[in-house]
Each structure stands twice: as C-alpha cells, then as structure tokens.
C-alpha cells in the first residue's frame, strides 16, 4: 500500500478543525521519471510513489496517479478509482459552478455515500468551508435527520474541498423530467409543499436563510420511480429574461408596489420606465417575449383551471408566498397553518 496521510473530519468535531494546514505529502504531485520498467500490465513504481502497484492508470486500494486538474480547477476521475483509501467512486450523479458531485462506496462503512468535491479555486475552497460550518449546524439540531441532507465528514484531497453527505434519492427535477414534466396531482403538491415548508421553517428558526430553492436541490429519499398522473403544465415563469420574468410576474400576480419601484438601485432603474413602472412592452426583446407573457392568466384563473378542491386554499395559500413585499409575505412557520395545509378534505372541517 503506498503512504496515505490522510486527514478526515466527522462532522461532529469540526469545530476544531484547522482553517489553515502545512501541504501535505499526498497533495503534491510526484516527480515521476520518464520511463518506469513494466511487468504485463502492471507497472513497477518508483519509490517515490508508494510501493502500490499501479494497474492500467489505477492503484490498486489507494490514491490514483497524480493528475492535473481540468483548466476550470474541477477534479478528474476516472469510475473505479479511490478518494483516499476509503471511497471508491462509483459514477458521476452531477455538476454545478461548486464542482462535481460523485457516488462512491464507502468501504468503512460499508455503505454508498455522494461527495461533493469542489473546484481548486480559492473562492470556492472558502466558500466550502462556510458550507461545512452551516451543515455542521444543521446537523447538529436536526436530531432525526428528516430536515436537510446530512454530512457525514469532510476532508482535503489533493487541493480540493470534499464533502461527504448521505445518498438520497432523485431531484425534484429529475422526478419531473422522468415524468415528462407533468403537473402533480392537488395531494401530492399538499404533501411535497408541506415538507419544503417544514425544511425552510426549520431554517429560519436557526437564523439560516436557504437562497437557491428550486427543483434541482430539492431531493427525494427514495430512488424508486413514480408515474404521476398525466396532466398538463409548465413552470410558472418559464424564462431566463429579467425584464420578461418581472413581466410574467405582473402579468399573474399584478403590478408591483409602486413603493418598491421607486426603492429600485442603479442596476435596476433599466427595467423600469422613468423610475415609475417596469418598462413594458416598450422594452420586449421580440413580439414571442411579448406572446409569452400575454398568454398567462391571473393566478386565480390559473389554480381553477387544474385544481378540482382545495383551489381557494391555494389560491389564498399562493397569494400570501408569492407576495411582492418580504415584510408583507407570508412566513414558512405561518404558512404550515394555513387552511391548505390544516383543513382535513375527508370530513370537511380541520384537522388537529
């Protein structure tokens, strides 16, 4: 076995952890020679790599061979390979602006595991470590495990952040796709919203506020596949166009508060006419950007035209989240006790 000297953190003694550390050993690339002697496939290494023997570009129970990392600093693996000794990867489950998210085996715990291993970037190494430190607290007072993904440890690998969480399930976006992007069923929206609720309020009682919610970071427990019923619909605001989603915005939930609009900074005075209302159509790139937002409807009309019950529930429920107004908008701890999610639609009155 060649020589780890590996550092792995439990997430629950990370409060003393170093901030900084002396490179280490197996950080540094090695000075390999030009030519090492070969026996059939296996090449015999130099004593500066370990005494493992290297099979077709893998060690065997170890660390791979040094590689450089891509020119955006994401690491580069091949299936099959070590994360120090004890992860051995599985498959690629995913890629963002952080870096990459693989599944490997944990051969300690005898269990799989996702470990997100974060771009050799400075902004991103920090930025790991404040993740660390927010999970850490998660961790530590979400007893059950049912509020947010857990971390199981973390460690530094080859100049890269790795964090290594439980695996779970599919994204909410990965479900949608598999279902062709059919809407839910009323129950199944009830039960999913009741759940991000609970998540997002369990956060807000920490002083923790969640910036990025959307389908994609929204996991299920289960990788067990579901067939949902096969009804039409489509995201709300399908856009990536500023001044186009503040119009679609308009368009469903009214105009913004003229108060608000005259708060607008520098960056944003550009989508609105003379500071006193947004700057459409005037400003439409295209008459299809225009075509996109006339054909919305009111958020009424919307909920009545796929919901059978419960459409003035969430109508109500929808007006109070989707409020222009942060100081007006309807909290996660409140919103739990609206009548959408309290009333029981079997006798017709509430729940306890």
């Given at each position: 076995?060649?020589?780890?000297?590996?550092?792995?953190?439990?997430?629950?003694?990370?409060?003393?952890?170093?901030?900084?550390?002396?490179?280490?050993?197996?950080?540094?690339?090695?000075?390999?020679?030009?030519?090492?002697?070969?026996?059939?496939?296996?090449?015999?290494?130099?004593?500066?790599?370990?005494?493992?023997?290297?099979?077709?570009?893998?060690?065997?129970?170890?660390?791979?061979?040094?590689?450089?990392?891509?020119?955006?600093?994401?690491?580069?693996?091949?299936?099959?390979?070590?994360?120090?000794?004890?992860?051995?990867?599985?498959?690629?489950?995913?890629?963002?602006?952080?870096?990459?998210?693989?599944?490997?085996?944990?051969?300690?715990?005898?269990?799989?595991?996702?470990?997100?291993?974060?771009?050799?970037?400075?902004?991103?190494?920090?930025?790991?470590?404040?993740?660390?430190?927010?999970?850490?607290?998660?961790?530590?007072?979400?007893?059950?495990?049912?509020?947010?993904?857990?971390?199981?440890?973390?460690?530094?690998?080859?100049?890269?952040?790795?964090?290594?969480?439980?695996?779970?399930?599919?994204?909410?976006?990965?479900?949608?796709?598999?279902?062709?992007?059919?809407?839910?069923?009323?129950?199944?929206?009830?039960?999913?919203?009741?759940?991000?609720?609970?998540?997002?309020?369990?956060?807000?009682?920490?002083?923790?506020?969640?910036?990025?919610?959307?389908?994609?970071?929204?996991?299920?427990?289960?990788?067990?596949?579901?067939?949902?019923?096969?009804?039409?619909?489509?995201?709300?605001?399908?856009?990536?166009?500023?001044?186009?989603?503040?119009?679609?915005?308009?368009?469903?939930?009214?105009?913004?508060?003229?108060?608000?609009?005259?708060?607008?900074?520098?960056?944003?005075e550009k989508y609105f006419r003379r500071g006193t209302r947004l700057d459409w159509p005037e400003g439409a790139t295209s008459r299809e950007s225009m075509r996109a937002v006339w054909k919305l409807p009111r958020l009424?009309?919307?909920?009545?035209?796929?919901?059978?019950?419960?459409?003035?529930?969430?109508?109500?429920?929808?007006?109070?989240?989707?409020?222009?107004?942060?100081?007006?908008?309807?909290?996660?701890?409140?919103?739990?006790?609206?009548?959408?999610?309290?009333?029981?639609?079997?006798?017709?009155?509430?729940?306890?």
């Amino acid at each position: 076995m060649e020589t780890q000297w590996i550092t792995e953190f439990p997430h629950t003694n990370m409060d003393k952890r170093p901030r900084k550390r002396p490179r280490l050993t197996w950080d540094m690339p090695p000075q390999v020679p030009k030519a090492l002697p070969t026996v059939g496939n296996a090449t015999i290494p130099n004593h500066n790599l370990g005494s493992s023997l290297y099979y077709k570009g893998a060690a065997r129970n170890g660390s791979p061979p040094w590689r450089n990392d891509d020119k955006d600093g994401h690491y580069m693996f091949a299936i099959g390979e070590h994360l120090t000794s004890r992860y051995r990867i599985l498959s690629k489950m995913g890629e963002g602006t952080f870096g990459q998210v693989l599944e490997c085996w944990d051969m300690e715990k005898k269990e799989a595991v996702a470990i997100k291993i974060v771009r050799s970037i400075n902004k991103y190494r920090e930025a790991a470590m404040i993740e660390i430190d927010v999970l850490q607290n998660l961790a530590k007072h979400d007893i059950g495990g049912t509020r947010c993904v857990q971390i199981r440890n973390w460690f530094d690998y080859r100049n890269h952040i790795c964090i290594v969480f439980e695996k779970l399930g599919p994204s909410l976006y990965d479900f949608l796709r598999k279902n062709s992007y059919r809407s839910f069923p009323i129950d199944l929206v009830r039960e999913l919203g009741r759940q991000l609720l609970e998540s997002v309020a369990f956060m807000h009682d920490l002083r923790l506020i969640h910036t990025d919610l959307k389908p994609e970071n929204i996991l299920l427990v289960s990788a067990e596949y579901v067939k949902v019923p096969d009804y039409k619909g489509e995201a709300l605001f399908q856009t990536h166009e500023n001044l186009e989603h503040l119009a679609m915005m308009e368009r469903v939930l009214g105009p913004l508060p003229q108060q608000m609009v005259n708060r607008a900074d520098r960056r944003a005075e550009k989508y609105f006419r003379r500071g006193t209302r947004l700057d459409w159509p005037e400003g439409a790139t295209s008459r299809e950007s225009m075509r996109a937002v006339w054909k919305l409807p009111r958020l009424q009309n919307l909920i009545m035209q796929h919901v059978d019950h419960s459409a003035g529930d969430l109508i109500d429920l929808l007006q109070g989240l989707l409020c222009y107004d942060p100081t007006d908008r309807l909290k996660a701890r409140d919103a739990l006790r609206h009548p959408f999610f309290t009333r029981d639609l079997r006798r017709g009155g509430y729940s306890l």
